[in-house]
Each structure stands twice: as structure tokens, then as C-alpha cells.
């Protein structure tokens, strides 16, 4: 079995006070051990989560394990687009720089279902819902640059259960076709790719760098729409182990490492994977950076038409 790629130490021991995060869905899985992570290192987090009760509770369990940041819960729906742009009110208020953004928090496979705003749930929230967030704390940003946006893909962008991930700009809500849990999964990944890449171009020079990242086949919450959590996390975690899930520490290094390394910076625009699976048996070792097997995911064109498609359904000029 493939080891996990790991963040260099000096990186994770790197004084961040004076700098702020935003980490979506903070209050689980990978974006938990995130926020906790940045918080260690001293860094004032902004955990956003859509139930504020389980980020509070997320919030006083990381400081009573001793992380020196401070951490604020600020409510976020990615399925209500008036949620989200009262979360960025709510950020203005608190007047603290903003230096980095992880689009973190995700669905995956769902029943089929709309946003409050009718957008299929998958690419409603993993990508919609972000793609405002992202525009509405651009201005931050780009204010405090150096600055980064890291977005949470998937391996799953390239192939789904065996569903190619492509965008279908036909029918992005699954309106006239079938619906399919694992198409609306890899489509929404695969706009999270191309939301990062296209940023890339789009604020290339003004110190913002815009990454995507795999994190690995990670045991938390996210399956739960596919099979009982106690299925995951007991019954199976053995053969799952073996098989190649990775603990949500291992499946946090990519977003740390696309979060923290300088050289990131050089790579702007680029998708950073832990191990994964892939159509080529090459790329499922993962790679700081990997050039993606997915010959959509360097559709410059396709990236192009998603921006001018998202703004226009998020409703911005
Ligand atoms: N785990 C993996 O194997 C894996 C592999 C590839 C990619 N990823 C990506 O990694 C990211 C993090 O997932 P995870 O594995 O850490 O899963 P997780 O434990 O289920 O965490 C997902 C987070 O997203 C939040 N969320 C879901 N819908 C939301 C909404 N409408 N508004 C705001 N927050 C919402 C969840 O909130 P609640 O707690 O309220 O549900 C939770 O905090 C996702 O983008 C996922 O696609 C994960």
C-alpha cells in the first residue's frame, strides 16, 4: 500500500498568528482537523459551518486540546445563496484581514434534491454555493495578498465510480436527464478544479493564488449518504485501511501544504493529490502537483464558460 504524502514539519510548526482563515464545513472531517491545525499554529479562524451549535462545539473542543488561535463560528448554508452572502456580512463585521479561503465543505452522492435557489444539491452547494462565497471575499484577499484559495475536488473529478467527470452545460441540474448521485458528484468536483484553475488566470499577478486538491480517500462523514457511518468506521475500517482510506489528519496534508508552502505559488492554478484513484495507474500516487488524467480538467474553454455560467446563476454581474 502507497504511503500518504506529508507536509514537510517545518510547515506545520510555522508561526501564523497575525493571519486569517476561512475554512467551510470546519466542524468535520477534514475541514475540523484544518481549522484546528491552522489554529495550533496560531492563526485566527473563521469556522464556518451551517449548523452553529456542532461549530461551537468543534470551536471548544480544539481550544480545551490546547490551540492558541482564536476560532469564530459563523453560519454558512452553501445551499442558500442568502446564506451566504449574510455570512459575508458577518465577516465584514468582525474587520479582521482575510489570508487565506478553503472552499472545504462538500456533499457527496446524494438523493436527488435543490438548493434553496433550485440548483441541483451536489453542484448547488460543493460548487455554486462556493463560487459566490469566493467572489464576495475576493475584494479581502486581494487587499492582504499574498493570499490563497485552496477548493476541495476529489480524485472523483476524473472518474466517479466509474462515471467520467465532465461538465454538462446542457443540463447542470439534472432537469432532462437521469439523475445520478455519482455524475452530480464528479460534475460538481470537476467544477471545483476548474473554479480554481480559471481564478488562477483570472487574478494572475495580484498575489492570490488559487489551487484545487484531492485530500485521499479519507474516513469521515462524507460517505454517509452511501452507507451507515458504522459500516465506515468499524465494521470496515480494516479492509478499508488496507484498501487505502487514510485518518483525517493524513487527508488534511494536501490542503495544509496547498494552504502553507511557498512554492505553491509557483504552481498557481494547479491541483495538488494525495493519493487517489485514477484512470492512469501513474497518477494514484498522487503529486504536489498532478496534472490531472482528465482531459476536461484542462479545458481552458470549459473553465471559461463555468465562470461566465456560475456568476450568471449566482446572480452577480
Ligand atoms: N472524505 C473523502 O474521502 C474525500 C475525498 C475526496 C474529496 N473530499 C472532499 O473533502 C471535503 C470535506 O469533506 P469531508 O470528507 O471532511 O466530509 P464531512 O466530514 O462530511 O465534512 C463535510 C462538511 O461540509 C459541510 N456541509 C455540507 N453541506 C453543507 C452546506 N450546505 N453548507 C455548509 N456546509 C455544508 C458539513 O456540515 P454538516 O456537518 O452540517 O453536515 C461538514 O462540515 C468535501 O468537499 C469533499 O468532497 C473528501
Known sequence: MAKPLLCPPHLLSTNLSGKTFIVTGGNSGIGLVTVEQLARQGARVI????????????AADIKQRGAAGKI???ELDLADLESVR???????????PLHGLVNNAGVMNTPFGRTKQGFETQFGTNHLGHYLLTELLLPHL???SPARIVNLSSCFHDKAMG????IDFDDLNFERKKYDGWVAYGQ???ANLLHAKHLAKRLSG???????VHPGWVRTNLIRQSMPLWFQDILL??????AGMIEPWEGTQSTLYALLAPEVEKHNGAYFSQLGLYREKEATKGGWPLRSPNPHAHDDAAAERLDAVSRNLVGLK
Open 142 to 144: 486581494q487587499k492582504n
Open 47 to 58: 469556522l464556518a459551518c451551517r449548523r452553529p451549535s456542532e461549530g461551537e462545539r468543534a
Open 86 to 96: 449574510r455570512f459575508s456580512a458577518a465577516f465584514e463585521k468582525l474587520q479582521t
Open 206 to 212: 495580484s498575489g492570490v493564488t488559487a489551487v484545487s
Open 72 to 74: 469564530d463560528v459563523l
Open 188 to 190: 460538481s468536483k470537476l
Open 237 to 242: 475500517k480494516p479492509i478499508f485501511r488496507l
Open 163 to 166: 462515471r467520467e467527470g465532465r
